[in-house]
């Protein structure tokens, strides 16, 4: 069996997840229930990747360390607001709307690209960012710039102008798009090290990553919250 580890900026984005969760759930016990031990209902929104491999985890850990808290964790990709749909904590990515929610950041996550051993061979491995413009590329729908990938690597940052006729809206459709040899996609490094199928495909540029939107966690500003 393979072993892998987070990087550190994983890790610390891992960690600041687990931070933001804990936190907003022992302020808003506390308040309702003027003790130090929290109890009660959690309830915490976040998109499919970002839930399965960062937030499952955290809940695991959470429930165990305050046996009196059960989270209920809604996955969706749709806009959520914690006031107006009833969450304690929602985990979101990119632009929010104006509203009077509190907003914490805790990190933009970093993603690489990857392809199965098999397109390599029949293709080749891109060995410079430039070489991506020859490659077929898995495209996500959500980017903002879909058919730009901007690479950051040891001299600096660069625009790459991609292609391909695959278009997914959901990282794990293009992770298994990429397994079965339809071209390179772009994978989180939370995903890549906990997915199963990410884990058979390979890295390249492993020098160059690409920065993905800044991670915030929402939540209700009428509710007491962490300062």
């Keep these: 069996s393979k072993s892998f580890q987070l990087t550190e900026a994983g890790q610390d984005f891992y960690d600041a997840a ?3 969760i804990a936190e907003v759930s022992d302020a808003r016990e506390r308040l309702r229930h003027h ?8 309830r915490v929104a976040a998109p499919p ?9 955290v809940m695991a850990e959470f429930v165990e360390y305050y046996p009196e808290v059960e989270v209920e964790l809604c996955v969706t990709a749709a ?5 107006r749909d009833n969450f304690d904590v929602v985990f979101t990515a990119g632009a929010l709307e104006d509203s009077s929610n509190r907003v914490r950041k805790i990190g933009a996550a970093e993603s690489g690209i990857y392809a199965s051993r098999g397109y390599l061979e029949k ?17 996500f729908s959500r980017q903002r710039k879909k058919s730009t990938w901007t690479l950051i690597g040891p001299s600096g940052s660069v625009d790459i102008q991609v292609r391909g006729r695959i278009v997914v809206d959901d990282a794990f459709s293009g992770a298994a ?8 996609f ?7 090290h906990g997915d199963p199928t990410v884990r058979d495909l ?22 007491y919250t962490p300062r």
């Excluded at 772009?186 to 890549?192: E, L, R």
């Excluded at 492993?206 to 929402?218: E, K, N, S, T």
């Design 123 to 139: 293709y080749g491995t891109p060995k410079k960012p430039s070489d991506l413009a020859q490659h077929a590329c898995i495209l």
């Design 49 to 57: 990747g970002f839930a399965t491999f960062i937030v499952a985890p």
């Design 202 to 223: 390979v890295r390249v540029l492993p020098d160059w990553h690409l920065r993905g939107d800044m991670v915030q966690i929402v939540y209700p500003a009428l509710r």
């Design 35 to 42: 003790t130090a031990v929290p109890r009660g209902k959690l």
């Design 177 to 184: 798009a990429a397994a079965a040899g339809g071209g390179l």
């Design 79 to 83: 806009a959520v607001d914690p006031s």
């Design 18 to 20: 687990a931070r933001g």
């Design 186 to 192: 772009v994978v989180a490094t939370h995903m890549a």
